[in-house]
């Protein structure tokens, strides 16, 4: 079968390797479609931590497809069961696991960094992941490249469902990429009164406004604190996310928040750096700063029913496909900005 793996900074290749055979607690699941992340291409570029160096591995967290073999003590799921998997394997005896936060265990396994991920033709589940909660039989109504957005859709969520978001709510996002658009979605789901969104180009802030948002804030035209005074009446939002992996954007954040304000620091800043916050205002102004990494499997399991009962739709972030053979041209495409997702699709056979 193809895998596409990664075997140093920035070299990638399409090789042909021996297809998976699933153990007694294993199942093999035939991929069908397998989208493109951010994180992905910061690994491929960069490497993990939890990759030891000069070994091969096939990236990508964000899949789904059906199964094609089940070990003999499986229960639960079938051949021909479509699925998707969440990529974040707890160890289930962690403070996190056993309240069920498993994106937060400190000794995870993951899909895509210590396992192999959904850019090859076909991926083994072990025993572990099954057993620990890891893999989702789809809605019939959710197709395979709606559900491999579920996975940045829960991450969102994980965010969104913390922020105390309602009717009267003003929403600030810093950033108009998927997830930006993901955050628009959700906020406007939850009754936000008004999403604003900020970015510096145009085309990404069109789609934001295409899937909600009510403000676009083109940043090499406006300032973006005048338009939030503006439409706040000078109060402030008060939900503001941080879709940007740049620390001016966080201190910024939080300088435009109203009273009892809520922040969350959505993008991290990868390697270590200090953000300069008027802790006085957080002082005065009640403010809460919140952070939030990834997604619990119950995250993903709400995030999944709502786009299975068409509460939302995945399927306008899908702006450019590719086959597997086009890994290049579809991790290239990802770091563009020239688009949405780049979603890798399989042939049916």
């Known amino acids: ?92 005896r962690c403070a996190s696991c056993l309240v069920g936060l498993n994106n937060m265990c400190p000794s995870y396994e993951a899909f895509g960094i210590t396992m ?52 009267e709510t003003t929403v600030l996002v810093m950033g108009a990429g998927p997830i930006g658009a993901c955050h628009v979605m959700l906020s406007k789901l939850y009754g936000a009164a008004k999403v604003i969104v900020s970015n510096n180009r145009q085309a990404r802030l069109d789609f934001a406004g295409s899937v909600g948002a009510d ?36 201190a910024e954040a939080v300088d435009l928040l109203a009273m009892h304000g809520r922040v969350n620091f959505f993008a991290g800043l990868g390697k270590a750096q200090r953000v300069p916050v008027d802790t006085n205002r957080v002082h005065y102004q009640g403010l809460t700063m919140t952070g939030t990494t990834g997604s619990s499997n119950s995250d993903y ?16 972030l899908v702006t450019e496909t590719f086959t597997l053979d086009d890994i290049e041209k579809a991790m290239d495409y990802a770091g563009s900005g020239a688009g949405m997702k780049a979603m890798i699709l399989f042939d049916s056979k």
């Open 1 to 92: 079968m193809k895998a596409a793996r990664l075997h140093s900074a920035g070299i990638i290749t399409v090789d042909e390797v021996d297809r998976p055979v699933a153990g007694p607690g294993d199942i093999v699941i035939k991929v069908r479609a397998a989208s493109i992340c951010g994180t992905d291409r910061r690994i491929a570029a960069n490497g993990h931590f939890k990759l030891p160096e000069g070994t091969p591995r096939v990236l990508g967290h964000e899949f789904a497809g059906d199964i094609v073999s089940a070990g003999d003590e499986v229960s639960g799921y079938a051949v021909g069961d479509r699925v998707s998997v969440t990529p974040n394997v707890g160890c289930g």
């Open 116 to 167: 192999d991920g959904g850019f090859q033709e076909y991926v083994l589940i072990p025993r572990f992941a099954i057993e620990r909660g890891n893999v989702f039989h789809l809605p019939d109504t959710v197709d395979y490249a709606e559900a491999a957005l579920v996975e940045p859709l829960s991450c969102c969520y994980n965010a969104i469902s913390k922020l105390g978001i309602g009717p």
């Open 215 to 250: 403000v676009l804030v083109n940043l090499g035209e406006r300032e973006l604190a005048s338009v939030v005074a503006e439409e706040t009446s000078g109060r402030g939002v008060d939900v503001a996310l941080t879709c940007v992996s740049k620390p001016e954007v966080q």
């Open 301 to 316: 399991a709400a995030s999944l029913r709502l786009v299975g009962q068409g509460r939302l739709n995945l399927s306008p």
